[in-house]
């Protein structure tokens, strides 16, 4: 049975898809799912082409609302929000989670979004696999 991972950000539209792509890729064994508590009706733009670039980028990659995620049972939520609890409140849930947030990238050029995903995969992806015992 796969560990299953949430992926919280306020917008969902960058940070938590970066994430989600990231684990995605190089976390076997882990299903990762991620949602906003504000989604915003589409992605960025930049992520959509920030994670073709790199070979990330899935259909099914969509902004959606953290109530269309909340009957999966999370083995863990990592939540990516810069301001937290105040954007990026704590699950409800009785579970793991990490924080580690980042800003926000709205109206941000695609070079702030290739820092991001490199900041990812060398902070986020090792805290997350070493939490996973992965």
Not at 12 to 36: D, P
Request: with cysteine; glycine share 4%; hydrophobic share 40%.
């Amino acid at each position: 049975m796969a560990i299953k991972v949430l992926i919280l950000s306020s917008g969902n539209s960058a940070r938590s898809i970066i994430a989600e792509a990231i684990f995605n890729k190089y976390l076997t064994g882990v299903e990762t799912y991620s949602a906003g508590t504000k989604p915003n009706s589409k992605i960025n733009p930049n992520t959509i082409k920030l994670l073709e670039e790199n070979r990330l980028w899935n259909e099914k990659y969509q902004s959606k609302s953290l109530n269309e995620v909340i009957n999966i049972n999370f083995d863990l939520v990592v939540t990516v929000c810069d301001a937290i609890p105040d954007s990026c409140p704590i699950y409800a849930a009785p579970l793991d989670i990490i924080h580690i947030g980042y800003a926000n990238l709205d109206k941000q050029e695609l070079s702030a979004y290739k820092k991001l995903l490199k900041e990812m995969q060398m902070e986020l992806l090792p805290i997350v696999r070493l939490h996973l015992g992965l």
